[in-house]
């Protein structure tokens, strides 16, 4: 006797065929989610400047837990017309030994009384990418000696801020249209399922709070793809739709990893500065030798 084939269903699939069921119910709050959906498509011209955990910490949520954090400093500049891109990538102080220079000395900048070197600067003109990269070259007889190493390549130039923040160490949590129906239909399930949890979300979602200046809402996320099943919340800009803050408050279970929950939350990364306007197109110009 044959069998026939048991198809497999999401989770996802089932759940939205029981928020079918209920065709009358949808969401109590019209429209609870404050922020734009990829607002930031519409950004043309950007600044930022921007504090993040290094990759080093995220390898282990061990670090977080043990409060060993290191951090990372960038700085990005970008047009759409002309195509143009800038990314300083800088580390701690004491990250890279330098005692001696063929070349460039390192640039060096503080943020919140700590020293950070520059480690990568990568400029982009249309198809056309130089980055400079701070090795150590030679060691030994007490000399460390380092140079800003030069690489051409190309490659096409992103073509929306998204593509741009998606160079950054810890990319901050984006709000793609494509997904903003799986948003809403899980607010709709914790409607229909978990009353208080749904009532809770809406009214934190009412609340604003201020950043470089800026108007954004609170959101409960796992900040996407890190080495670890991150917990945590993010501050979302309400016009680009994109987390100018992100903060950790522990890791979920499953998969081989623990629950754990932080004592205080963690900050994964913020934003120290923004502008939509580059005061000097001069920047894209550094180091063009």
């Not at 982009?124 to 070259?137: C, D, F, G, W």
């Not at 004592?263 to 063009?288: G, H, Q, R």
Request: proline residues 4%.
């Amino acid at each position: 006797m044959k069998h026939g084939k048991i198809r497999k269903i999401s989770i996802f699939a089932i759940l939205i065929l029981l928020i079918g069921m209920h065709p009358g119910k949808g969401l109590t709050e019209e429209n609870p989610i404050p922020w734009t959906f990829g607002g930031y498509q519409k950004v043309s011209e950007f600044y930022l400047k921007y504090w993040s955990l290094s990759s080093e910490t995220l390898e282990d949520f061990q670090n977080i837990k043990e409060g060993k954090l290191k951090s990372d400093l960038s700085e990005l500049w970008f047009s759409q017309n002309p195509p143009r891109l800038r990314i300083d990538k800088y580390v701690e102080d004491g990250s890279i030994k330098c005692t001696q220079f063929k070349g460039r000395e390192w640039e060096k900048i503080t943020h919140e009384g700590k020293t950070y070197v520059l480690k990568e600067r990568i400029i982009q003109t249309n198809s056309k990418r130089i980055a400079y990269s701070l090795e150590n070259i030679s060691s030994g007889g007490g000399v460390e000696l380092c140079e800003y190493k030069k690489y051409e390549t190309t490659k096409n130039i992103p073509a929306s801020l998204k593509d741009v923040l998606f160079l950054l160490t810890v990319i901050p949590y984006l709000s793609d249209p494509e997904f903003q129906e799986m948003v809403v239909s899980s607010l709709e399930m914790d409607e229909l399922f978990d009353p208080d949890k749904y009532k809770k979300t809406v009214s934190e979602l009412k609340k604003r709070y201020e950043k470089v200046e800026r108007q954004t809402a609170k959101w409960e996320t796992g900040h996407g793809i890190l080495r670890f099943p991150a917990q945590g919340f993010a501050f979302m800009d309400l016009e680009w739709g994109f987390a100018l803050e992100g903060y950790l408050t522990g890791q979920r279970g499953g998969g081989g990893f623990q629950p754990v929950t932080l004592e205080n939350p963690v900050c994964l990364y913020k934003a120290v500065s923004v502008a939509t306007k580059i005061s000097d197109p001069e920047v894209f110009n550094k180091w063009m030798d």
